[in-house]
Nanobody
Framework: QVQLVESGGGLVQPGGSLRLSCAASGKFFSPNAMGWYRQAPGKERELVATIVIGGTTNYADSVKGRFTISRDNAKNTMFLQMTSLKPEDTAVYYC?????????WGQGTQVTVSS
């Protein structure tokens, strides 16, 4: 079982930046993937970005060129650098760990983009 704790959310103006962190603990297996998902009010949870243990990344089209996902395997930490934020980026952002078909989720961190 892997435990995940997100941090770094908050209120930011359009065009601003935020950096989310996800601290992972527990027993890890390889190969694995970690990722960020988000859920806006009234909408389904959607993929933002994923990164596998080897470093290959994948992004939703809506965030390509603005968001950067990274991970520090030695410290069991994952990051999401968000720039040029838009109001439509407002959502609760969740950290995910996946090994085979097993998923672990964090509790989420709120990101609000508003003037």
């Amino acid at each position: 079982q892997v435990q995940l704790v997100e941090s770094g959310g908050g209120l930011v103006q359009p065009g601003g930046s935020l950096r989310l962190s996800c601290a992972a603990s527990g027993k890890f297996f390889s190969p694995n993937a970690m990722g960020w998902y988000r859920q806006a009010p009234g909408k389904e949870r959607e993929l933002v970005a994923t990164i596998v243990i080897g470093g290959t990344t994948n992004y939703a089209d809506s965030v390509k060129g603005r968001f950067t996902i990274s991970r520090d395997n030695a410290k069991n930490t994952m990051f999401l650098q968000m720039t040029s934020l838009k109001p439509e980026d407002t959502a609760v952002y969740y950290c995910n760990y996946r090994w085979l078909t097993s998923d672990s989720w964090g509790q989420g961190t709120q990101v609000t983009v508003s003037s």
